[in-house]
């Protein structure tokens, strides 16, 4: 049998369609659209990881407890209007956030892996518990911001999980 009479077997005996079967069919997929309309909520959670030497830096997993409406801070700008941003940086300010202490990438004698183990176990724990909660991970980015020479002792390693949920 040829490929094109295969599928043959399975079309309509005829061409005239009921224009009611038609209706109803569209009414459905109409419904299914409709239905799979989903709205997510975001959460994201922000890994600092110090790599500065010596283990002097600070390292922490932050998480905002507030929320922010990014429109009450926002200016549009253009040719016509150019008005700055005035917002207040108190307003901005969230002070309501969840901060676990992670460990440094580096003491003393140099990288300490056992440190960079153990933040992968709280950041695995931190993941786990939003999973718990019904957040999706979406996606992951980072950054680095390391040493440029011997007079920055400053550096770096951040890390955004960015989660979904469906919107309640």
Do not use: H
Request: hydrophobic content about 40%; some cysteine.
């Amino acid at each position: 049998m040829r490929f094109a009479n295969y599928f043959r077997i399975f079309a309509p005996k005829s061409s005239n369609t009921n224009p009611m079967k038609k209706f109803f069919l569209f009414c459905l997929a109409l419904v299914g659209f409709v239905a799979t309309a989903q709205t997510y909520e975001f959460k994201v959670v922000t890994a600092v990881e110090s790599v500065v030497p010596s283990g002097m830096g600070r390292s922490r997993l932050i998480s905002a407890n507030d929320e922010r409406n990014y429109k009450d801070f926002t200016t549009t700008r253009s040719e016509d209007g150019d008005e700055r941003n005035k917002s207040d940086r108190d307003e901005i300010r969230v002070k309501g956030f969840d901060e676990t202490k992670l460990l440094n990438f580096f003491n003393i004698g140099g990288i300490r892996f056992q440190n960079i183990a153990a933040n992968d176990a709280l950041i695995t724990s931190k993941l786990n518990a939003m999973s718990e909660e019904g957040w999706e991970l979406a996606f992951v980015t980072s950054g680095v911001e390391s040493n440029s020479g011997k007079d920055d002792s400053t550096g770096l390693f951040i890390t955004r999980f960015v989660f979904k949920r469906l919107k309640k």
